[in-house]
């Protein structure tokens, strides 16, 4: 069970840093990036959900539980 949630923590994580990808090369992200120098709130809370699971989803995957 430890494995499969591993796994779903860590695609799903891969997913959201894809997604923060994608909204940070908008067209709208990029005018905002030129005038501000950052990207999106949006595209920044995406990218810290997605490395929160993925490290979370690689940590349950590998991770042999105590017997």
């Known amino acids: 069970m430890q ?3 591993g796994a779903i923590s860590l ?3 891969i997913i959201l840093l894809l997604w923060g990808r994608k909204i940070a090369d908008s067209f709208g992200s990029q005018v ?3 005038f501000t120098g950052q990207p999106t709130d949006r595209a920044l809370y995406l990218y810290i959900g997605g490395v929160v699971l993925v490290i979370l989803g690689v940590a349950l995957f590998f991770w042999k539980p105590k017997k």
Do not use: E, F, P
Request: glycine fraction near 12%.
């Open 11 to 13: 695609a799903i994580g």
């Open 3 to 5: 494995k499969v949630t």
């Open 32 to 34: 905002r990036s030129v």
